[in-house]
């Protein structure tokens, strides 16, 4: 069974910065891929960023590009998600999710199989 454990959200005010890890384990499981997507209060879940564990790839969204910057250590099973010059916005439940696949279209949810828990990121205004 392969868990995904995320950590580092928390409160924050306009324009500060915050860094999200995620910590893989039990890699029976060949990860392919890692993504981070978020979820706002009665909104559905969005692409954030996507790093692959091998090459030196990464995709954003458009809403968090120039600002958000996904990473990797490999040695660690870790990914991290480096937030700056936050917004309000920006408020949600951020999800870390691994893929056994490459796809194309990395941005959608059910190209994932394993899931974090969330982590609650709120951006005070």
């Known amino acids: 069974q392969v868990q995904l454990v995320e950590s580092g959200g928390g409160l924050v005010q306009t324009g500060g910065s915050l860094r999200l890890s995620c910590v893989v384990s039990?890699?029976?499981?060949?990860?392919?891929?890692m993504a981070w997507f978020r979820q706002a209060p009665e909104k559905e879940r969005e692409f954030v960023a996507v790093?692959?564990?091998?090459?030196?790839?990464?995709y954003y969204a458009d809403s968090v590009k120039g600002r958000f910057t996904i990473s990797r250590d490999n040695a660690k099973d870790t990914v991290y998600l480096q937030m700056n010059s936050l917004k309000p916005e920006d408020t949600a439940v951020y999800y870390c999710?691994?893929?056994?696949?490459?796809?194309?279209?990395?941005?959608?949810?059910?190209?994932?199989?394993?899931w974090g828990q969330g982590t609650q990121v709120t951006v005070s205004s």
């Open positions: 999710a691994t893929s056994g696949r490459y796809y194309s279209d990395y941005w959608r949810r059910d190209r994932y199989n394993y």
């Open positions: 039990g890699r029976a499981f060949r990860s392919v891929a």
């Open positions: 790093i692959w564990w091998s090459g030196n790839s990464a």
